[in-house]
């Protein structure tokens, strides 16, 4: 069964803490990695990693993926208020028969306290 | 410019009740997909659609039914409303070779 799985699932720090949340994943077909942020509503894509190695960064937010041990990060510096979210990673697998589809963690509850 | 767009934002629905979840596009994505996100639960895959008059199962199809007539619109049809069926729903859309899905902004629906 593929899974995709988030850790820690809730987080408290102190604004100007650094965080680093983590997403392992075991999935057929693996295509990409995918991190999204969800605040109130619709979830808003951070990243997507496809190669090893190689570190997307996006202001104070950054990720790296691991396809030997089938593992991402997502580290964010400096954090404040605004950061507080559910933080989604999702493995997007290739599917012979039709759509490629996305397998979701749970998420990580990050709040960030002034 | 809309992107995707769901309606309603909200409903109640008595036990046993029907209802219709709308779904609308205006990019032209091949795409289309249904979650729905329990509390403390990442987003669960309920059916998706390649293209218009194509449509398949996801993990939790039970309860549920689709159809995708055109490009634009992709409805999530709950038949007999359940209290299993209380959730956030949400409408994603990709291009078929790319990989970023684009979310509406989800209904709330509560089955009481």
């Known amino acids: 069964e593929d899974k995709v799985v988030q850790s820690p699932l809730s987080l408290v720090v102190h604004e100007g803490d650094t965080v680093t949340l983590n997403c392992s994943y075991e999935?057929?077909?693996?295509?990409?990695l995918l991190w999204y942020k969800q605040e109130k509503k619709a979830p808003t894509f951070l990243f997507m990693l496809t190669s090893s190695g190689i570190e997307k960064k996006s202001g104070r937010l950054s990720s790296i993926l691991d396809k030997k041990e089938l593992f991402s990060i997502l580290n964010i510096t400096a954090t404040q208020t605004g950061d507080s979210a559910v933080y989604l990673c999702?493995?997007?697998?290739?599917?012979?028969?039709?759509?490629?589809?996305?397998?979701f963690g749970k998420g990580t509850h990050l709040i960030i306290q002034p | 410019n809309a992107g995707v767009t769901q309606t309603p934002k909200f409903r109640i629905l008595k036990i046993g009740q029907s209802m219709t979840l709308q779904c609308t596009q205006d990019?032209?994505?091949?795409?289309m997909y249904w979650y729905r996100q329990d509390p403390g639960m990442g987003l669960k895959l309920i059916y998706y659609?390649?293209?218009?008059?194509?449509?398949d199962k996801g993990e939790v199809p039970n309860g549920y039914n689709v159809s995708r007539s055109t490009t634009e619109d992709f409805p999530l049809r709950l038949e007999l409303a359940a209290p299993s069926q209380t959730s956030v729903y949400f409408c994603a859309t990709r291009t078929a070779g790319g990989e970023k899905l684009f979310f509406g902004s989800g209904t709330q629906l509560s089955v009481l």
């Open positions: 659609s390649v293209g218009a008059g194509i449509t």
């Open positions: 999702a493995a997007l697998q290739y599917s012979g028969g039709g759509a490629d589809g996305l397998t």
């Open positions: 990019m032209n994505h091949n795409y």
């Open positions: 999935v057929t077909n693996f295509r990409s």
